[in-house]
Every structure is written in structure tokens, then in C-alpha cells.
């Protein structure tokens, strides 16, 4: 899966099917993460966001999983659809030590086959 | 409706001659900051600003000048552009940076010839 750092650029699934994006994250000080869909030709657009409080977190058919014992998110996309089809960037900050930016990874693209 | 606005959407230009990009947010956001996108290297960010006369560089600021002097407004601006400026920009905001969402505009594909 995708991290701030090393990524699995692709993943392809068949429509229908619950697809799960990964994101290793390297800081362990990191205590807010975010998650966007970039769709060919536009700007990314937020999906879902967590804090380090909060193990999981679930929006419109989109859950995300923070295990900050091995450092790894992961955003599950229940029943992917065509539409789903985009570059999903994580992103990390940790507030705590007054850092004013996110970091972005690299994105992973997810194809979906109708 | 709330929205960061860029402009131009395409721009082609040749070596050296100056532009500018435009950015402006409608939140009222606090903090704005652009990146660039180029294949296989993800979002880099070039500078940011967190308020009114405050800029700051980001990972990639050679080339770039940017200002901030209203809230809504953070232009980027190419004194001498150059091929290897040729990339897709994105301009960003959020209510105070940090652990905040981030907005993003729709983006400016600049070839520089």
C-alpha cells in the first residue's frame, strides 16, 4: 500500500467489491491523518480524516483504520464503484511539535473493473 | 459556495518570461500554500503562508516567489520561468494549517517552453 515514503502505485478491483488502500507512516510523533481522491484532471478533494485518539472512523462507504502500534492506516472502500476510480493520497501532521504542514505520500491509483 | 479559485486553468509560456498565477480561497482560511505535481513525485510543496505578511518556503521554493497580502489572495509567481517548471500547480487552504483539512483548487498546467 501507499506511505509517506514507499507506495504501491496500483490497485485494481472489481466493481462491486470492498477495496482497501495502505499507508504506512514513518513518524510516531504523527497525530492527525487525512486521506484524498484525486480524479484525472482535478484537484484532490478530502474523503476522511482521524486523529491518533480514535482507532477507526467511518464516512459514506468509506471506513478508515488507524493502527498506530505498527504505524499503518488503511482506508476501505466498501463496494467500489466506477466512480471510485482516482489516485488516493494519505497525508500525516503532528501537531504536538508545531508542525504547520501536512505531508502528502505519493498516492496509490485504484482502477475499478466495471 | 465555498471553493479556492485559481486562474489560469492552462498556461503555456516561454523561457523567461515572468508570470503569475492566481489564488484566492472565500473561507476565510488562515493558512494557503501551493504545490506542485509532477509524475511519480507526488504533491511537493513549494511555499505556504499561515496569515496576512507571513510566508514561509516549503520542499521545493527555487524559481518561486509568492505573496500574501490580503487573506483571500496568495498569488505564485515565476520571475524566469524554465523548463523544468513545467508541472501541474495546486493552490491549497485551511482554517490554520497543521492538523486541519485542507481545500484544494482545481489546478494550473504550465508548460514552459
Known amino acids: 500500500g501507499e506511505s509517506v515514503g514507499l507506495h504501491l502505485p496500483t490497485l485494481s478491483v472489481q466493481e462491486g467489491d470492498n477495496s482497501i488502500i495502505n499507508c504506512a507512516y514513518s513518524?510516531?510523533?504523527?497525530?492527525?491523518f487525512i486521506w484524498y481522491k484525486q480524479e484525472s484532471g482535478k484537484g484532490p478533494q478530502f474523503i476522511i480524516d482521524?486523529?491518533?485518539?480514535?482507532d477507526k472512523r467511518q464516512g459514506q462507504r468509506v471506513t478508515v483504520l488507524l493502527n498506530k502500534t505498527v504505524k499503518h492506516l488503511s482506508l476501505q472502500i466498501a463496494a467500489t464503484q466506477p466512480g471510485d476510480s482516482a489516485v488516493y493520497f494519505c497525508a500525516e501532521n503532528w501537531s504536538q511539535t508545531g508542525a504547520n504542514n501536512l505531508f502528502f505520500g505519493t498516492g496509490t491509483r485504484l482502477t475499478v473493473i466495471p | 459556495e465555498a471553493q479556492v479559485t485559481q486562474n489560469p486553468r492552462y498556461l503555456i509560456t516561454v523561457t523567461g518570461k515572468k508570470l503569475t498565477v492566481t489564488c484566492s480561497q472565500n473561507m476565510n482560511h488562515e493558512y494557503m500554500s501551493w504545490y506542485r505535481q509532477d509524475p511519480g513525485l507526488g504533491l511537493r510543496q513549494i511555499y505556504y503562508?499561515?496569515?496576512?505578511?507571513?510566508?514561509d518556503k516549503g520542499d521545493v521554493p527555487e524559481g518561486y516567489k509568492v505573496s500574501r497580502k490580503e487573506k483571500r489572495n496568495f498569488p505564485l509567481i515565476l520571475e524566469s520561468p524554465s523548463p523544468n517548471q513545467t508541472s501541474l500547480y495546486f493552490c491549497?487552504?485551511?482554517?490554520?494549517?497543521?492538523?486541519?483539512?485542507?481545500?484544494f483548487g482545481s489546478g494550473t498546467q504550465l508548460s514552459v517552453l
Open positions: 482521524i486523529r491518533s485518539n480514535m
Open positions: 513518524n510516531s510523533a504523527s497525530d492527525y
Open positions: 503562508s499561515m496569515n496576512v505578511e507571513v510566508t
Open positions: 491549497a487552504s485551511s482554517r490554520r494549517g497543521g492538523s486541519e483539512k485542507l481545500f
